[in-house]
T-cell receptor, first 113, second 115 residues
Framework: DVKVTQSSRYLVKRTGEKVFLECVQD?????MFWYRQDPGLGLRLIYF???????EKGDIPEGYSVSREKKERFSLILESASTNQTSMYLC????????????FGPGTRLTVL | AQTVTQSQPEMSVQEAETVTLSCTYD???????LFWYKQPPSRQMILVIR??????QNATENRFSVNFQKAAKSFSLKISDSQLGDTAMYFC????????????FGTGTSLTVIP
């Protein structure tokens, strides 16, 4: 059974803290994605990676960075968390061939106080 | 950038009835993929159905089917014999291959199935 896991379901941090969100997939997928989901705004792409050590900015990269040192792991970093980064964060992965669908993790609900 | 529009923020349907969720998209590409995803309350996002733009035949998966109108850039989802478990947020998504397979999502339609 294919799986995308995220390190935390719920996370509470304080303004100014450095926050790490981890995502791991076991499907040997080349592509990995980080989204944030907010009511009425749908899913907005923060960053994606199409290979190890490669990254591309999505639609809302400001305030975020990413790291992909291994194929199965894609980390999202909030260098200095702010209250407007309170949101649901979703990780996804997909292959380069085949049906091309994205497989999603369960999400991390981050609250920044 | 591609845009995907879901004009119905909320919908409801009686159990066992049929409901259609709308989705339109804007692109100049000829080769692309379209998807519908389902996100039940507090649960993981899962794929409902996919459609390749080069295929004229509408995709079907059990009670779920699509009406793909390429010229009109429309991709609606029909759910037949609605069940309580269909209550969820539904997202339409567009993908152009070979660009890192980046997806573009609509803002979602919240569907409630009423017993």
């Amino acid at each position: 059974d294919v799986k995308v896991t995220q390190s935390s379901r719920y996370l509470v941090k304080r303004t100014g803290e450095k926050v790490f969100l981890e995502c791991v997939q076991d499907m040997d997928h080349e592509n990995m994605f980080w989204y944030r989901q907010d009511p009425g705004l749908g899913l907005r792409l923060i960053y994606f990676s199409y290979d190890v050590k490669m990254k591309e900015k999505g639609d809302i990269p400001e305030g975020y960075s990413v790291s992909r040192e291994k194929k199965e792991r894609f980390s999202l970093i909030l260098e200095s968390a702010s209250t407007n980064q309170t949101s649901m964060y979703l990780c996804a992965s997909s292959g380069r061939t085949g049906h091309l669908e994205q497989f999603f993790g369960p999400g991390t609900r981050l609250t920044v106080l | 950038a591609q845009t995907v529009t879901q004009s119905q923020p909320e919908m409801s349907v009686q159990e066992a009835e049929t409901v259609t969720l709308s989705c339109t998209y804007d692109t100049s590409e000829s080769n692309y993929y379209l998807f519908w995803y389902k996100q039940p309350p507090s649960r993981q996002m899962i794929l409902v159905i996919r459609q390749e733009a080069y295929k004229q035949q509408n995709a079907t998966e059990n009670r779920f089917s699509v009406n793909f109108q390429k010229a009109a850039k429309s991709f609606s989802l029909k759910i037949s014999d609605s069940q309580l478990g269909d209550t969820a947020m539904y997202f339409c998504a567009f993908m152009k291959p070979f660009t890192g397979n980046q997806f573009y999502f609509g803002t979602g339609t919240s569907l409630t199935v009423i017993p």
